[in-house]
């Protein structure tokens, strides 16, 4: 079996920032792309971030030049700094990894709410 759980997540003002962490446990043999993911109230999951196994990254357009993704292979975790935060970005973030040999694992998610 496969954990992943994030920490990080809380109340933060519009402008501040916050780091949200994710780590993952249990039968890995490797992990290939690790990512960020958010799910506002009412709203579909949608992509923030992504890091391959190499480190190319990839992010969406909305949080461009504001947040950034990397990862410890080493530790199995991935990260994500979010800077000049909007209380658009208010959603519950969830961690997601592709287990090599195995699939598609995602974290229980963590609140992240940003007030105006």
């Known amino acids: 079996q496969v954990q992943l759980v994030e920490s990080g997540g809380g109340l933060v003002q519009a402008g501040g920032s916050l780091r949200l962490s994710c780590i993952a446990s249990?039968?890995?043999?490797?992990?290939?792309?690790m990512g960020w993911y958010r799910q506002a109230p009412g709203k579909q999951r949608e992509l923030v971030a992504t890091?391959?196994?190499?480190?190319?990254?990839n992010y969406a357009d909305s949080v461009k030049g504001r947040f950034t993704i990397s990862r410890d292979n080493a530790k199995n975790t991935v990260y994500l700094q979010m800077n000049s935060l909007k209380p658009e970005d208010t959603a519950i973030y969830y961690c997601?990894?592709?287990?090599?040999?195995?699939?598609?694992?995602w974290g229980q998610g963590t609140q992240v709410t940003v007030s105006s």
């Open positions: 997601n990894a592709i287990i090599k040999f195995v699939g598609p694992y």
């Open positions: 249990g039968s890995i043999f490797s992990i290939n792309a």
């Open positions: 890091i391959a196994n190499g480190g190319s990254t």
